[in-house]
């Protein structure tokens, strides 16, 4: 887009400016592709407009070995928990001037920004070689350990002290939190133990830059290995034109790695799906030519086939398609002519989705209903809903999740359907949900890792289990698949065991050749769990009852405190409706003498009651860990608060709920409970706030 600095305003502000304020002179603007870095300097993008102009040839990169060892990068191990990679280059005799200089820092700003994302994948350091001696070493130290001058300071800072100068720092607060949590600091040290940079957050004054460097040594630390060489291959091809040789590059060895360069691979491509692919009919020669003027080189290998070799500079060239789309650019898509094809044709639609597309219209006219659900779905539904430890292991998981909802792609569908039976309870029964969608699975031999499977799910939710509903879904879903129920060439069931499932409701599929290809099973009911849980709370308060018993009820202390405090309560009840709204203050002192009295036998009865408390609590504890382990491991109720992990305490909320009241219903139906009139006449009391203190073992 061209334009002026003095146009640019004037549209923003809607007003016309006197060519005195602002300069008339032509501005380009450029749209840059986000994959092609090398065009995000002035040097990169230059040099592509005069290859494409056949102004110049496309440079050819030289990797020189020195007449001495390699600069060499040790990296220690300590590193794999903060940055694990490092890459390396250097540059010998650069040149710069004031403007170079200012592209060269401009460029690595813009890297970090983009590929590098904020410095989160990869970070940049440029050192003055000539300042610095190797082997340098990459390791991790703690913080207090970290001691430098970090770049346009005057004094020394530990990285403790570096991360609070810092903070209120506009252009480096930002990458503090990449490290601050970390228990050690990624730092890069020379062979003399003078610290070069602390990546990704700051380098070294020592080996500061200026316009007087003559040799540069360029090091990229990284989470992403193939992030950093991308960086690390843009910076030296943009700026080795300075260098004595241009567009010669010094490698740097890495411990781990022959070479920290990545290698420069050929690759062969056919014209004819050129052609095919971008709509023009052009020769070899043509799009070699072409492909010359992109920066590639291209050789015609036959009438048919070019070599093309790819430049460090062009990572973003992945496939032959990227190679179509660089022939297309270079000949101009405007020359594409339209026209309308020799022949009308309809697209074929797709086996596998025919036949699910088949599938459904059948089901949904058996009378099932069809859900949807997210490909995305939490750890637990995979794991803990379906008591499938092992499930996670097998689960594709998403690096950077935004909610608890969306941890990992589904590797079953039967979790959704059981959400959508969860929010559908409201419904009027029988409730039948089928889905018909992909699932994704590990595989170790797809280019990506992972693959799609397509599966069919059905559910059915009654007050009954409906084994032979669901029974009669799948032989009606064979039938259309034209698979006949025989253990010769058909289908079958037999027995099988599987957590998910209830125990003896649970049978697989086997199809023709004896491959089990589904489950036919009643769902586990955590309903049983939690009746169990409840048995076992009865019990429990039973225990507790049959011990104060033991050690208090039956005690003639405790009855004759107990009656006491009932003739106490009365008597003091009868007293204060006598008294009512009298003012008289003989009366008042006597009701305030009896509230005291009734005070201290109360008193006297809790602490004799404290004595079956201590034995209840042993109990209860006792029994809590013994069925505590019974249940370990499996979700019996949903609690009215979010955990890390719902297995951790929804058995000891649920026990101990019950627990507490059976227990309180217990003691009202045995008439140990106080009475209402002792309730009262406690409320002013210290012992209630006592007794709620010890609410589990009332």
């Given at each position: 887009l061209q334009t002026s600095e003095k146009a640019i305003v004037e549209k923003e502000r809607g007003q016309a400016c006197s060519a005195n304020e602002l300069c008339d002179s032509e501005v380009y603007k450029i749209d840059i592709p986000a994959n092609r870095y090398d065009l995000l300097c002035v040097e990169g993008l230059s040099r592509a407009l005069k290859v494409f102009k056949n102004?110049?040839?496309?440079?050819?990169?030289?990797?020189?070995?020195?007449?001495?060892?390699?600069?060499?990068?040790?990296?220690?191990?300590?590193?794999?928990?903060?940055?694990?990679?490092?890459?390396?280059?250097?540059?010998?005799?650069?040149?710069?001037?004031?403007?170079?200089?200012?592209?060269?820092?401009?460029?690595?700003?813009?890297?970090?920004?983009?590929?590098?994302?904020?410095?989160?994948?990869?970070?940049?350091?440029?050192?003055?070689?000539?300042?610095?001696?190797?082997?340098?070493?990459?390791?991790?130290?703690?913080?207090?350990?970290?001691?430098?001058?970090?770049?346009?300071?005057?004094?020394?800072?530990?990285?403790?002290?570096?991360?609070?100068?810092?903070?209120?720092?506009?252009?480096?607060?930002?990458?503090?939190?990449?490290?601050?949590?970390?228990?050690?600091?990624?730092?890069?040290?020379?062979?003399?133990?003078?610290?070069?940079?602390?990546?990704?957050?700051?380098?070294?004054?020592?080996?500061?830059?200026?316009?007087?460097?003559?040799?540069?040594?360029?090091?990229?630390?990284?989470?992403?290995?193939?992030?950093?060489?991308?960086?690390?291959?843009?910076?030296?091809?943009?700026?080795?034109?300075?260098?004595?040789?241009?567009?010669?590059?010094?490698?740097?060895?890495?411990?781990?790695?022959?070479?920290?360069?990545?290698?420069?691979?050929?690759?062969?491509?056919?014209?004819?799906?050129?052609?095919?692919?971008?709509?023009?009919?052009?020769?070899?020669?043509?799009?070699?030519?072409?492909?010359?003027?992109?920066?590639?080189?291209?050789?015609?290998?036959?009438?048919?086939?070019?070599?093309?070799?790819?430049?460090?500079?062009?990572?973003?060239?992945?496939?032959?398609?990227?190679?179509?789309?660089?022939?297309?650019?270079?000949?101009?898509?405007?020359?594409?002519?339209?026209?309308?094809?020799?022949?009308?044709?309809?697209?074929?639609?797709?086996?596998?989705?025919?036949?699910?597309?088949?599938?459904?219209?059948e089901v949904a006219a058996a009378g099932w209903t069809e859900a949807l659900n997210f490909a995305l779905c939490s750890r637990d539904d995979i794991s803990i809903r379906l008591r499938d430890d092992k499930a996670l292991d097998k689960a594709v998981h998403i690096s950077n999740p935004k909610t608890q909802e969306f941890q990992v792609a589904r590797s079953s569908l039967l979790p959704g359907l059981m959400k959508t039976l969860s929010s559908n309870r409201d419904m009027p029964l029988p409730l039948k949900l089928f889905e018909l969608q992909d699932v994704i699975l590990k595989d170790s031999e797809s280019e990506v890792g992972a693959r799609n499977e397509r599966r069919l799910a059905a559910v059915y939710y009654n007050k009954t289990a409906g084994f032979e509903i669901v029974h009669g879904f799948l032989d009606r879903v064979m039938r259309l698949l034209d698979v006949n129920p025989s253990k010769e060439g058909g289908y079958y069931i037999r027995a099988c065991d599987n957590p998910t499932f209830f125990p003896g409701r649970c049978a697989s599929i086997v199809a023709p050749g004896g491959t089990a290809v589904g489950v036919l099973a009643v769902t586990f009911p955590m309903l049983s769990d939690c009746l169990l849980i409840i048995a076992i709370a009865l019990c429990t308060a039973l225990a507790g009852e049959g011990l104060t018993y033991l050690l208090v009820y039956r005690s003639d202390q405790y009855k004759r405190l107990k009656a006491e405090m009932e003739k106490k309560t009365k008597k003091l009840e009868k007293k204060k409706q006598e008294v009512g709204e009298a003012v008289d203050k003989n009366a008042k002192k006597r009701l305030e003498r009896d509230e005291e009295r009734l005070k201290a036998t109360n008193r006297d009865m809790s602490m004799f009651k404290m004595k079956s408390m201590f034995a209840i609590g042993l109990a209860f504890t006792a029994l809590l860990s013994t069925f505590n382990s019974i249940f370990d491991g499996r979700v019996v109720a949903r609690l009215p608060f979010v955990g890390d992990d719902m297995r951790d305490c929804s058995f000891i909320f649920l026990y101990i709920l019950c627990t507490m009241t059976i227990r309180q219903n217990l003691q009202k139906a045995l008439g140990f409970a106080p009475s209402r009139a002792m309730n009262r006449q406690q409320g002013s009391s210290w012992a209630p706030a006592q007794q709620q203190q010890f609410n589990y073992f009332r």
């Amino acid at each position: 887009l061209q334009t002026s600095e003095k146009a640019i305003v004037e549209k923003e502000r809607g007003q016309a400016c006197s060519a005195n304020e602002l300069c008339d002179s032509e501005v380009y603007k450029i749209d840059i592709p986000a994959n092609r870095y090398d065009l995000l300097c002035v040097e990169g993008l230059s040099r592509a407009l005069k290859v494409f102009k056949n102004e110049m040839k496309t440079p050819n990169y030289v990797l020189k070995r020195p007449k001495g060892p390699l600069q060499q990068i040790v990296v220690t191990a300590q590193t794999a928990a903060v940055r694990p990679f490092v890459v390396g280059a250097v540059l010998r005799d650069v040149s710069f001037n004031a403007d170079s200089y200012a592209s060269f820092i401009d460029l690595q700003d813009k890297l970090h920004q983009n590929i590098c994302r904020k410095r989160t994948l990869v970070a940049i350091g440029t050192h003055d070689l000539d300042t610095i001696s190797g082997p340098f070493k990459y390791t991790a130290d703690l913080p207090k350990d970290i001691r430098f001058i970090p770049l346009n300071q005057t004094k020394e800072f530990t990285a403790c002290e570096l991360m609070e100068l810092y903070s209120t720092d506009s252009h480096l607060k930002s990458y503090l939190p990449i490290i601050r949590d970390k228990e050690r600091y990624p730092v890069i040290y020379d062979a003399n133990g003078i610290v070069c940079s602390m990546p990704p957050i700051i380098n070294g004054e020592h080996s500061k830059i200026t316009l007087q460097t003559k040799n540069i040594f360029i090091e990229a630390t990284a989470t992403d290995l193939q992030k950093a060489i991308v960086v690390l291959d843009t910076v030296v091809t943009m700026f080795s034109q300075y260098c004595a040789q241009p567009f010669t590059i010094e490698p740097v060895e890495v411990l781990y790695e022959k070479d920290a360069r990545k290698e420069v691979y050929p690759m062969m491509v056919r014209t004819c799906e050129i052609n095919t692919k971008i709509g023009f009919q052009l020769d070899a020669q043509t799009m070699a030519d072409l492909l010359t003027r992109m920066s590639l080189k291209a050789v015609v290998a036959t009438d048919n086939t070019l070599k093309i070799t790819i430049p460090p500079t062009r990572h973003d060239i992945l496939h032959e398609c990227d190679i179509a789309e660089d022939v297309g650019v270079a000949y101009g898509f405007n020359k594409l002519i339209l026209r309308l094809p020799e022949s009308n044709t309809v697209a074929e639609a797709f086996p596998l989705n025919k036949l699910s597309e088949l599938l459904r219209g059948e089901v949904a006219a058996a009378g099932w209903t069809e859900a949807l659900n997210f490909a995305l779905c939490s750890r637990d539904d995979i794991s803990i809903r379906l008591r499938d430890d092992k499930a996670l292991d097998k689960a594709v998981h998403i690096s950077n999740p935004k909610t608890q909802e969306f941890q990992v792609a589904r590797s079953s569908l039967l979790p959704g359907l059981m959400k959508t039976l969860s929010s559908n309870r409201d419904m009027p029964l029988p409730l039948k949900l089928f889905e018909l969608q992909d699932v994704i699975l590990k595989d170790s031999e797809s280019e990506v890792g992972a693959r799609n499977e397509r599966r069919l799910a059905a559910v059915y939710y009654n007050k009954t289990a409906g084994f032979e509903i669901v029974h009669g879904f799948l032989d009606r879903v064979m039938r259309l698949l034209d698979v006949n129920p025989s253990k010769e060439g058909g289908y079958y069931i037999r027995a099988c065991d599987n957590p998910t499932f209830f125990p003896g409701r649970c049978a697989s599929i086997v199809a023709p050749g004896g491959t089990a290809v589904g489950v036919l099973a009643v769902t586990f009911p955590m309903l049983s769990d939690c009746l169990l849980i409840i048995a076992i709370a009865l019990c429990t308060a039973l225990a507790g009852e049959g011990l104060t018993y033991l050690l208090v009820y039956r005690s003639d202390q405790y009855k004759r405190l107990k009656a006491e405090m009932e003739k106490k309560t009365k008597k003091l009840e009868k007293k204060k409706q006598e008294v009512g709204e009298a003012v008289d203050k003989n009366a008042k002192k006597r009701l305030e003498r009896d509230e005291e009295r009734l005070k201290a036998t109360n008193r006297d009865m809790s602490m004799f009651k404290m004595k079956s408390m201590f034995a209840i609590g042993l109990a209860f504890t006792a029994l809590l860990s013994t069925f505590n382990s019974i249940f370990d491991g499996r979700v019996v109720a949903r609690l009215p608060f979010v955990g890390d992990d719902m297995r951790d305490c929804s058995f000891i909320f649920l026990y101990i709920l019950c627990t507490m009241t059976i227990r309180q219903n217990l003691q009202k139906a045995l008439g140990f409970a106080p009475s209402r009139a002792m309730n009262r006449q406690q409320g002013s009391s210290w012992a209630p706030a006592q007794q709620q203190q010890f609410n589990y073992f009332r």
